[in-house]
């Protein structure tokens, strides 16, 4: 499968396409021999009359000391119509399009979304991970509730999580990686387990915000570039 499937799809078929890959995918994390770069990926959107647009950023940070290796972005009109649960499809194309701008080639990847915590276990980081051949992380900042199954509230302590589980099975996990700040959710993506899932995020952490640096330095430029592509392009 290809990028250009990605446009112009049904429901019934967006659905089949996320099933068929499910089935392929690794929760382990023995193909991770070292992780010297992470990138942080996240996009923004805006309107311009009845069109959609979006920016991608993606940032690369150095393992060991944690500073910015380079910054890529792309941006553009989303032709893919929002999906419930299928949101991978309009976010694909522009991610893949920035990953192509890159410099390094990352040894990880972690998106700003879900990965295996979705009903279809097919978040962003899950689907972003068959084209990106590389493990992949979800840190989402919100709750996606699945089959109206609530989390529990981790006791309030730093790197305090609680599992999150539906239908028996662990979907990924709330982790406060601060104490007295909400926590966040996590879950594996492909070719990682949640415990280096919960290891990589929780080691990204620092003083300044209880968001793993990737996604947040991502985040700020993705609300960066938005805001200067809007006064260029009206």
């Known amino acids: 499968m290809n990028e250009q499937t990605l446009n112009n799809l049904s429901f019934s078929e967006a659905i089949l396409i996320q099933n068929e890959l499910s089935r392929k995918i690794v929760l382990s994390a023995n193909g991770i021999t070292s992780?010297?770069?992470?990138?942080?990926?996240?996009?923004?959107?805006?309107?311009?009359?009845?069109?959609?647009?979006?920016?991608c950023c993606i940032v690369v940070l150095d393992e060991r000391t944690k500073r910015t290796i380079e910054s890529k972005y792309s941006f553009g009109k989303v032709e893919v119509p929002y999906i419930p649960g299928c949101l991978a499809f309009r976010e694909l194309p522009l991610i893949l399009e920035t990953v192509k701008k890159l410099d390094t080639i990352p040894d990880l990847y972690m998106f700003d979304g879900n990965g295996y915590l979705h009903p279809r276990h097919m978040g962003i980081a899950t689907h972003a991970s068959f084209y990106l051949n590389k493990p992949t992380i979800g840190v989402a900042?919100?709750?996606y509730k699945i089959d109206d199954v609530d989390f529990v509230m981790p006791v309030n302590e730093k790197n305090a999580y609680t599992d999150i589980i539906i239908s028996g099975e662990i979907y990924g996990r709330a982790l406060r990686t601060v104490k007295d700040?909400?926590?966040?959710?996590?879950?594996?993506?492909n070719y990682i387990d949640l415990d280096t899932t919960m290891k990589i995020v929780c080691d990204f952490v620092d003083k300044e915000s209880h968001i793993p640096l990737p996604t947040r330095l991502a985040d700020i430029e993705t609300h960066k570039m938005r805001k200067e592509l809007q006064i260029i392009n009206g």
């Open 35 to 55: 992780v010297e770069s992470v990138a942080g990926v996240d996009l923004a959107y805006w309107k311009v009359g009845d069109e959609e647009y979006a920016v």
């Open 181 to 189: 700040v909400r926590p966040i959710f996590i879950s594996a993506g």
């Open 141 to 143: 900042k919100s709750y």
